[in-house]
């Protein structure tokens, strides 16, 4: 079955110092998607980032990246250079192979910015 | 990235009443929506596949009598709670694959928060 998990419920980090939210994934599927969203306070749930299972080199946008290790099954954000509107909720989801564009997702992980 | 609206971003209404949501992909089509709810300090719970023409699919353990869902057409999906009750008070939320590139990417209307008295 496909799991993800996110094993920080909660973290606190300085702002401008850079973050890790760790995402580890379970899948049998050959070919799969890696996702990244943010929830501010507001509810809206932002996409952040997306790494493919076969892409070769680690996925970046602006001040995140995704740390993928396709052996460890893990998939975390880093965020550089924190800042304080960086403070939400982040999940991460996958998308199998047959999901029929379905997620499946991650318990989260609240983060705050400390100034 | 693609945008997804989401209407009325709050309601509060009468126990037994019906609340109608609606779901809108702004500038690409969708055939298929997704229907959310969310719990306080909870990941998202999938509550439905809303296939544009045809029944949606419902996830087990949610009475499709009593969420509605109809996808009229292919920017335009609806999520009614029919004779809402305070336990029906949540957060919904809607999400629509962007089609225009490979990686299938869900973008998230902004949510409803709904609160049955």
């Known amino acids: 079955a496909q799991k993800i998990t996110q094993t920080q419920p909660g973290m606190f980090v300085q702002e401008k110092e850079a973050v890790t939210l760790d995402c580890t994934y379970d899948t049998s599927d050959p070919s799969y998607g890696l996702f990244w969203y943010k929830q501010p306070s507001s509810g809206e749930m932002i996409f952040l980032i997306y790494?493919?299972?076969?892409d070769q080199q680690n996925a970046t946008e602006g001040r995140y990246s995704l740390n993928f290790q396709k052996a460890r099954k893990s998939a975390n954000l880093v965020i550089s250079a924190s800042q304080l509107g960086d403070s939400a909720m982040y999940f991460c989801a996958m998308k199998g192979l047959d999901s029929n564009y379905q997620l499946i997702w991650g318990a989260g992980t609240k983060l705050i910015i400390k100034p | 990235g693609a945008v997804v609206s989401q209407h009325p971003s709050w309601v509060i209404c009468k126990s037994g009443t019906s609340v109608k949501i609606e779901c809108r992909s702004l500038?690409?089509?969708?055939?298929?929506m997704f229907w959310y709810r969310q719990f306080p300090k909870q990941s998202l719970m999938l509550m439905a596949t809303?296939?544009?023409?045809?029944?949606?699919?419902?996830e087990q353990g949610v009475e499709k009598d009593k969420f509605l869902i109809n996808h009229a057409s292919l920017t335009l999906s609806t999520l009614t709670v029919t004779s809402a009750h305070p336990e029906d008070s949540s957060f919904y939320i809607c999400s629509a694959p962007s089609t225009s590139d490979y990686t299938d990417t869900q973008y998230f209307g902004p949510g409803t928060r709904l609160t049955v008295l």
């Open positions: 500038d690409f089509q969708a055939t298929t």
């Open positions: 790494q493919g299972s076969y």
């Open positions: 809303s296939n544009e023409g045809s029944k949606a699919t419902y």
